[in-house]
């Protein structure tokens, strides 16, 4: 059976948002994925080859995935707003996503400046007094180098993070140094690769998602 997938243009905060939804070929969802694109100054879309062998490898592994282009990337509205309008286009895109699979426990996952946007959303859900976060956080190739990133040392929701062993802007060292300091639930998966885009990498990549376990809070 061919892959589902359909095209959407999502109501969001700077105005429509371009997405494509794709559910698993056999069988009903066992859960939903919201996968975040990187930076879009520098040529991220959803068509991004680690954005989509991270949809591909979450939608073998039975979730319903919705990939979208963040405000003024593709078909999107409005303007680049240095990561805040971003987040709240992900949180539109997922409300979206909720209300279409609402039984479906969900994750937000998210590549370099992606990974950034979903952390930074994910972490902010799981503070609320419900807890009513993601079931899982899916941060890939998060820019180690430039980022701080103090709020994960107090983020209590399940964080795994996938990274490339030879990412220039997050290296082994950098990485793990940051990586010490995030709050648990968490956990790290280094993938052999040549770059921050996984060059050489891409299928053991896929890989390695469809094989991820959820982690307990």
Known sequence: MARRIESYLLEGPAGKLEA??????????????LVCHPHPLFGGTMHNKVVYRTARALRHAGYVVLRFNFRAVGRSEGEHDEGIGEIEDARAA?????ARYPALPYTLAGFSFGSKVILKLGCEMWRTPQRAGPERL????????????EFLEQCPAPKIFVQSTHDEFGMPDEMDALYARVAEPKQLVWIEAADHFFAGGLDRLEEALGALENLSS
């Open 94 to 98: 997922l409300d979206w996503l909720r």
């Open 138 to 149: 899916i941060a890939l190739g998060f820019p180690a180098k430039h980022e701080r990133a």
């Open 20 to 33: 494509l939804l794709e559910e698993p070929e056999d069988g009903d969802p066992t859960g939903a994925v």
